[in-house]
């Protein structure tokens, strides 16, 4: 059952992008105030997030350098949260799966790589949550890689060990065997991905509680051609739980399966300070291109369309890669983005969620 948040099926596909930020400045607070609608949740407001809610920020960790999302984007996003007018109570947690495979140390993520994708080249996304936790604020790092290999129930079953739940059998036309993680915070919160923030007393979920942020860096990917909003989510399942059904299944669609079928963020920011357009998915510091932007929108599909399209491509081109036409989201053949791309926006819509790669559907608002 897809789980869309309030609102959301009947939103325009707007992108907001802003430009001359490297994440250290205000521009991210800029990008996200000019939200429609509103980040912040108050009374009557139809916001997207309350002052207590649970946050899940999924970010890319599997890649060292510029690989990964840049984490003075991570801080100001963080920093915006929680200033939230009426005062932040709740909880956000920083997360990903880099499968405990592939990436810089053929190992899987880190939250706490030594070269990080920051300004100062110091700053890892475990130090933003450090940062955070030291001035009061409950949040955490959590990185999936280190219990991929542990399947589990639901809590609601009495099993609260960390690790990812796997739901019977493939989801056809995609073929992904749909997985995802279930742990405890270091504040005791016990979160499922899927089913929402669970209460130990009530013997129920709060599906409601929990708002994931998906905030991916734009880069060029070997096989996959772009990773963006919706390649992101391959940082969702287990593949070593799941017989590698998940990576497998990107160019059929397949993150759009696992989206619709675990849970649809309430936005996405782009991390554009740094995009590789060539030999990705990682990202060295000599070969990144810096492009000092960022873009945020409810639609992922939009968003991955828009920001291939006008960002990425003419950046393959003028690098000289010739594998900008295999990135073409409007291409149609096997083997192109545009192909993949398409499947995952039908699951998406089959699903419920309002998503467009026509391009005469989405609205960019340039934010200054």
């Known amino acids: 059952m897809a789980l869309i948040p309030a609102g959301l099926a009947s939103a325009d596909s707007v992108v907001f992008v802003k430009e001359n930020t490297d994440g250290t400045d205000d521009g991210i607070a800029r990008l996200l105030g000019a939200m429609s609608p509103a980040l912040y949740r108050r009374a009557n407001n139809g916001g997207l997030i309350a002052s207590d809610d649970v946050i899940l920020i999924k970010i890319n960790s599997q890649w060292a350098e510029r690989g990964g999302t840049n984490t003075d984007v991570l801080k100001s996003l963080i920093q915006y949260i929680v200033n939230h007018p ?18 810089s140390q053929r190992s899987g993520g880190n939250l706490d790589w030594d070269q990080p994708n920051s300004k100062d080249r110091a700053q890892s996304a475990q130090d933003v949550a450090d940062y955070f936790a030291g001035r009061g604020y409950k949040v955490s790092g959590v990185l999936w890689d280190k219990f991929t290999r542990t399947r589990v129930k639901e809590f609601e079953s009495n099993d609260n060990a960390d ?35 669970w ?11 929990l708002k994931v942020i998906n905030a991916p860096v734009l880069k060029n990917h070997g096989q996959y051609q772009v990773t963006g909003a919706i390649k992101s989510y391959m940082g969702t399942p287990s593949n070593s739980l799941t017989n590698m059904s998940p990576h497998q299944s990107v160019g059929r669609g397949g993150m759009g399966t696992q989206m619709a079928n675990t849970r ?74 545009g192909y993949w791309l398409r499947l995952s926006m039908n699951e998406l819509a089959k699903a419920g969620f309002s998503v467009t790669m026509d391009e005469s559907k989405i609205k960019v608002e340039k934010v200054q």
Do not use: C, H
Not at 91 to 103: L, P, R, V
Not at 167 to 185: L, W
Not at 199 to 209: I, L, R, V
Not at 268 to 292: E, F, H, W
């Open 163 to 197: 690790g990812f739940v796997v739901e019977d059998g493939a989801r056809e036309p995609t073929g992904i065997v749909v997985s995802y993680a279930k742990f405890t915070t270091t504040y005791g919160t016990q979160v499922s991905f899927k089913k929402g923030v």
């Open 264 to 337: 649809f963020p309430v936005f996405t920011l782009l991390d554009m300070v740094y995009i590789a357009p060539d030999r990705g998915p990682g990202s060295s510091y000599s070969t990144a291109v810096q492009k000092n932007m960022a873009a945020v929108s409810l639609d992922p599909v939009a968003l991955d369309y828009w920001a291939s399209k006008n960002v990425l491509i003419p950046a393959a081109r003028a690098a000289g890669s010739n594998r900008w036409q295999i990135m073409d989201p409007d291409a149609k053949d096997p083997g192109t983005f």
């Open 199 to 209: 209460n130990s007393t009530s013997k129920s979920y709060d599906s409601a509680k």
């Open 86 to 103: 009426d005062g932040f109570k709740g909880e956000i947690i920083i997360a990903d799966n880099g499968q405990s495979m592939f990436g």
